[in-house]
């Protein structure tokens, strides 16, 4: 068994409104040495597969099929053996 770490993120060309939001919210509650927010997704899945290699390549497939638009997000994980 292993568990995915999926971080999912803008391209750094695609504009980002949620972390502009959250950018002014910081500085609203004081924190203005705040200069820049990108926000994303992060998930954690388990996958019951023994095989390293194959849980890696279905852990990219999740990827480009449904977790991340590959137009405008890019993707990076994490895998670890689960006992």
Known sequence: ??????????????NDPQGLT????????GFD???SVRA???MEIQIDEPD???AEEMVKEMCR???ANPVIE????????KE
């Open 22 to 29: 959250i950018k002014g919210a910081l500085q609203t509650l």
């Open 1 to 14: 068994m292993f568990l995915a770490k999926v971080h999912v993120t803008l391209k750094p060309t695609v």
């Open 40 to 42: 994303g997704k992060y």
């Open 33 to 35: 040495k705040v200069k």
């Open 65 to 67: 099929k449904l977790l």
């Open 52 to 54: 390293r290699a194959r």
């Open 74 to 81: 890019n993707f990076k994980y994490e895998l670890e053996k």
